[in-house]
Every structure is written in C-alpha cells, then in structure tokens.
Nanobody
C-alpha cells in the first residue's frame, strides 16, 4: 500500500511560481512511476508531468519549459515546480503513483492518488 500526501498550491498571479510536493510512504520512489495530473472545472483530468522510477521526466506540451518535476529519494518526495503560471493552469493538481513496469501518462493505470491541491492563477 502506498500513501501519498500533498502540500503546496494556493493563489498566485499570472507569471508567478509555486511548488507542489508529494510525499510517498509504503514504497520507495525508485520502485514507482510518479505523475502529476490536473483537473480544471468542467474539464477532464489531464496528465501534466511524470517521473519514472529510473528518474527520467516527461511533460505535457502545455507545460513543457514552464513546469519541472523532480524527486528527493532521501525524503521519498516528488516535487512539481510551476513557473510562469497562466490562468489556464488553474486546476486541482493531484499526484499519483504507478507500480507497473512501463511508465504511462494514462491516469487509469495509476494505483494511488494524493488528496489533490488547488492551484489558482489570477490574471
């Protein structure tokens, strides 16, 4: 069983930055593929960024160059740095963990989810 506890988020003006954290327990990050998803009001949940158990990152086109995913193995925590935020980035952001072999951006493959955190970007 893997538990994910998120922190961070909040309200920021356009162009600002935030950092989200996702602390995992129950399994080490090197054995998990981790990802961040977001869901805006009235929209489907979408993949934002992910980091493989081996450490390689993947980003959606909409955030590439602005958001950065990283992890601290010693703290068993994954981070999402959100830079140059835009109003369209407003959403509930959730981290997720997948114990599968291959990394995927498909949310249905992720077994464990954090509680979600609101990110609101004002114009």
């Amino acid at each position: 069983q893997v538990e994910l506890v998120q922190s961070g988020g909040g309200l920021v003006q356009a162009g600002g930055s935030l950092r989200l954290s996702c602390a995992a327990s129950g399994r080490t990050l090197s054995g998990l593929h981790m990802a961040w998803f977001r869901q805006a009001p009235g929209k489907e949940r979408e993949f934002v960024a992910g980091i493989r158990g081996s450490g390689g990152p993947t980003y959606s086109d909409s955030v590439k160059g602005r958001f950065f995913i990283s992890r601290d193995i010693s703290k068993n925590t994954v981070f999402l740095q959100l830079n140059n935020l835009k109003p369209d980035d407003t959403a509930v952001y959730s981290c997720a963990a997948d114990q599968g072999v291959l990394f995927t951006t498909n949310e249905w493959r992720y077994d464990y989810w954090g509680q979600g955190t609101q990110v609101t970007v004002s114009s």
